[in-house]
């Protein structure tokens, strides 16, 4: 079956950067898109961006470009989300999530991690 | 950025009862191809989200068919037949046309009265 396994939480200091690995298994891995969302302690989903596995093409969100970058390891099945210039408020959980594309552009978060707790404290 | 707004923000349920949410987008998830790009996710207690609804009304793998998505263009409904207790959780509706970025909706939570 589709698993996301995503690595441990981290704890930072404002201004580090922290690196979240996803490990994919139970599919075809360069046939999906990987998205990442987080989420601040007791707020909603807020979308980060994509990379395309098979391409190394990636989109992110506006607020997060120039503090984030999302990369593969396609010989593992892994993905990575590296957020630099960390502050307080990137406190959150971020989840890594398969994308389904369909017809026309659509994709669909179909499988997601687990989730892994990114703590930015001094 | 289309914005998704989604009301109530928290719904008590009684089980058995149905329950319904609501899902607004500021501008028409109507795409060319006749489809609403338009999902639901539930978050249920200390999980991560997971798929309920794409496309505004085709339930993904594994979901009962006591949920029921409706709706097109702008306005979109989610409805439980009948709740049971394992629905308890934050049901978020989620725009996927005008990307970058996809928007969710603030989340509705659902709970037992």
């Known amino acids: 079956q589709v698993q996301l396994v995503q690595s441990g939480a981290e704890m930072k200091k404002p201004g580090a950067s922290v690196k979240v690995s996803c490990k994919a298994s139970?599919?075809?891995?360069?046939?999906?898109?990987i998205h990442w969302v987080r989420q601040a302690p007791g707020q909603g989903l807020e979308w980060m961006g994509w990379?395309?596995?098979?391409?190394?093409?990636?989109t992110y969100a506006q607020e997060f470009q120039g503090g984030v970058t999302m990369t593969t390891d396609t010989s593992i099945s892994t993905a990575y989300m590296e957020l630099s210039g960390l502050k307080s408020d990137d406190t959150a959980v971020y989840y890594c999530?398969?994308?389904?594309?369909?017809?026309?552009?659509?994709?669909?978060?179909?499988?997601w991690g687990q989730g892994t707790l990114v703590t930015v404290s001094s | 950025d289309i914005v998704m707004t989604q009301s109530p923000l928290s719904l008590p349920v009684t089980p058995g009862e149905p329950a319904s949410i609501s899902c607004r987008s500021t501008?028409?998830?109507?795409?060319?191809?006749?489809?609403?790009?338009l999902d639901w996710y539930v978050q249920k207690p200390g999980q991560s989200p997971q798929l309920l609804i794409y496309?505004?009304?085709n339930r993904a793998s594994g979901v009962p068919d006591r949920f029921i998505g409706s709706g097109s263009g702008t306005d979109f409904t989610l409805k439980i037949s009948r709740v049971e207790a394992e629905d308890v959780g934050v049901y978020y509706c989620?725009?996927?046309?005008?990307?970058?970025?996809?928007?969710f909706g603030p989340g509705t939570r659902v709970d037992i009265k």
């Open positions: 999530a398969r994308a389904t594309y369909g017809t026309s552009g659509y994709q669909h978060l179909d499988n």
């Open positions: 990379i395309n596995p098979n391409s190394g093409g990636t």
């Open positions: 496309l505004a009304y």
């Open positions: 989620m725009q996927a046309l005008q990307t970058p970025p996809f928007t």
């Open positions: 501008r028409s998830l109507l795409h060319s191809s006749g489809h609403n790009f």
């Open positions: 139970g599919y075809t891995f360069t046939a999906f898109y």
